[in-house]
């Protein structure tokens, strides 16, 4: 009778301790999701009109990169220094 008083006590322990490890990621959530930076770093990367535009996160300026009959043009539109103020070139 003692084994099994002993075996009972050990694995709910066990069970206790499982469900412990199981249930902290929810008290405490830390996966936080992060983008690759890849090989353009922190650019962002969209299109518009046949063009693509090119958002340098760190220094604010962007760029548009369009095809034309002679190749691809590439021009700076300027720098945003703050969100619906004009850009400053």
């Not at 003692?2 to 929810?26: E, F, G, S, W, Y």
């Not at 604010?60 to 703050?82: F, N």
Request: glycine residues 12%; hydrophobic residues 45%.
């Amino acid at each position: 009778m003692r084994i099994d008083t002993c075996t009972k006590t050990i694995l709910a322990v066990i069970a206790l301790l499982l469900a412990v490890i199981v249930l902290r990621p929810l008290a405490n959530p830390q996966n936080v999701a992060h983008a690759q930076q890849g090989i353009f770093g922190p650019v962002q990367l969209t299109g518009g009109g046949g063009d693509l535009w090119v958002i340098d996160k760190n220094t604010g300026q962007i760029w548009v990169y369009a095809a034309d009959s002679e190749g691809t043009v590439v021009r700076c539109l300027g720098k945003m220094v703050e969100v619906g103020k004009p850009l400053v070139r």
